[in-house]
């Protein structure tokens, strides 16, 4: 509980063999981008980095499918990975740690200017997933000209040259151009002009189409477009999302004489009007259809103090969430004044989440994470005498895998044991919950799909699936048996 205020939404699907969709994401602690109205769409192709200038902290963040942003730092030549702080906590496997993300890249240089180059590489992680990137063509660590004229009616005018440094434009955004996914397909991102460059230095680029291939491209599976209506000044002024389908959203803009730009409204397929204001920046409330409005108030430190809604007999706005923030300890208040505390360690580590009614605790839920991963370790949940009541342990392998669970009340356990593959995919090859039961897998080389399944009791096959696919990865044919052999 950070008192940060999120939103998540999604704007369109294009369903079909490799679905695609429009997902947009608010944080009120995110940096104000006036591109897109203080939200971020598709934070997948985000990608924002300072790669070598000296003059600040060097790091790549990258957006996740989620919404997770994750800062990376040099770990070597041409190398950035995943670096945890002490905060860091997370509960998954190792196809979505941070920890098996790697940025590599290199630089190609411009033959006629030897400080010009442009950013290539790719960034990969433990899913399988590849992203490659691509930054625009420019002198990244050195300095640019920039020559002002000044018009006169006597002398013709004058210019003025000034010498731009690289702490003008860094961190800097470097558009993902190219997504390989896991099952073999691919996602092709296309960008489009953000406003003219007047200065000789690149401004981050708009999103203006997804496209799904198969893997060799030879078939196109969906496509989103992506269209800016403009003010007179050049200003986005709302955003049109179409589908190879035929169906659009829309995404309106609030354009102020001296206000930052938010977002209005969004129009989408099937679902009302959705209303949005904003203090500044800060996005305050939302009114969705049906008359469901959510209000949110703030603290002078930009926390989250009290929610409202239009919950009273008579449509009336009560709170339905109030936040009192303390040292390792942020406390919750639900609309019929229940509690929940969460606390935190040293390093802001959640420790414990207390549940009370009426006063009375009535459940704790314990959490311990491992201090160099921050992979969850052990999970208790205690009754209100604070005896366990469940108690879930979990040890991993090198890839942040969780090879052995354990879930009981400290007398009697249920384990659950498996393997996963070390070759980059970190797929599920053996799982077992008893002895003399083997549950085994394989897949199509170089993706996730699931190729076999093979249930094994005491060395004997039990039952045995096969899977296979087209071109498109799509599943086309399931063929299952069992074996009754003594």
């Known amino acids: 509980m ?7 939404e999604v704007d369109l699907v294009v369903a079909g063999s490799e679905p695609l969709s429009v997902r947009r994401f608010y944080n009120s602690r995110s940096p104000y981008d006036p591109r897109y109205a203080t939200w971020r769409y598709n934070p997948e192709a985000f990608f924002v980095a300072n790669i070598e200038w000296q003059g600040q902290e060097i790091f790549a963040a990258i957006g996740e499918v989620d919404g997770s942003v994750y800062s990376l730092k040099p770990s070597g030549l041409s190398t950035f990975t995943f670096q945890p702080p002490k905060s860091f906590t997370f509960s998954g496997n190792g196809t979505s ?3 098996n993300m790697t940025i590599n890249y290199w630089k190609q240089g411009d033959p006629k200017d030897e400080y010009r180059f442009e950013y290539r590489g790719t960034i990969s992680d433990g899913s399988g997933r590849i992203r490659s990137f691509v930054s625009a ?18 002398s013709g005018g004058s210019k003025t040259l000034w010498r731009i440094y690289a702490n003008t434009w860094t961190p800097f955004h470097i558009p993902i151009i190219e997504e390989k996914l896991p099952n073999g397909n691919v996602l092709v991102y296309e ?11 690149p401004l981050p680029k708009l999103l203006s189409s997804i496209t799904a291939y198969n893997a060799d491209k030879t078939h196109v599976l969906g496509v989103i477009n992506f269209h800016y209506p403009r003010t007179k000044h050049g200003e986005v002024a709302g955003i049109q999302v179409t589908g190879s389908d035929g169906r659009t959203a829309f995404l309106q803009h609030r354009i102020g004489k001296k206000s930052p730009i938010t977002l209005s409204s969004a129009t989408r397929p099937g679902i009302p009007l959705t209303s949005y204001s904003s203090h500044n920046a800060i996005l305050n409330t939302v009114i969705k259809p049906e008359g469901r409005t959510l209000m949110t108030e703030y603290n002078p430190q930009g926390k989250v103090s009290v929610q409202y809604a239009p919950v009273g007999p008579n449509g009336e706005k009560y709170p339905i969430g109030r936040y009192e923030y303390h040292d390792n300890l942020t406390i919750f208040h639900d609309a019929e004044n229940n509690k929940v505390h969460y606390r935190y360690d040293v390093d802001n580590k959640l420790t414990s989440i207390e549940f009370f009614q009426e006063n009375a605790l009535y459940r704790t839920e314990r959490f311990t994470w491992d201090a160099s991963t921050g992979n969850l370790i052990c999970k208790i949940i205690e009754n209100p005498t604070g005896t366990p009541i469940q108690i879930s342990e979990y040890h991993y392998d090198k890839n942040q895998n969780p090879i052995l669970e354990k879930v009981g009340d400290g007398k009697e356990w249920r384990t659950l044991e498996r393997t996963y593959s070390d070759d980059g995919f970190n797929l599920k090859l053996t799982e077992t919950d008893r002895p003399g039961k083997l549950i085994c897998f394989t897949y199509v080389p170089g993706t996730n799909l699931l190729a076999s399944e093979f249930i094994y009791e005491n060395q004997i096959i039990r039952q045995r699936a096969f899977y296979t696919y087209d071109d498109c990865a799509i599943c086309r044919d399931i063929v299952k048996s069992c074996v009754w052999s003594s």
């Open 137 to 154: 063509m420019h002198r990244w660590t050195h300095y640019v000209h920039w020559r002002e004229k000044k018009e006169s009616g006597w």
């Open 2 to 8: 950070t008192g940060e205020y999120c939103e998540k």
């Open 191 to 201: 960008y489009t002009r953000w406003k003219k460059e007047k200065q000789n230095f």
């Open 97 to 99: 740690h941070p920890l």
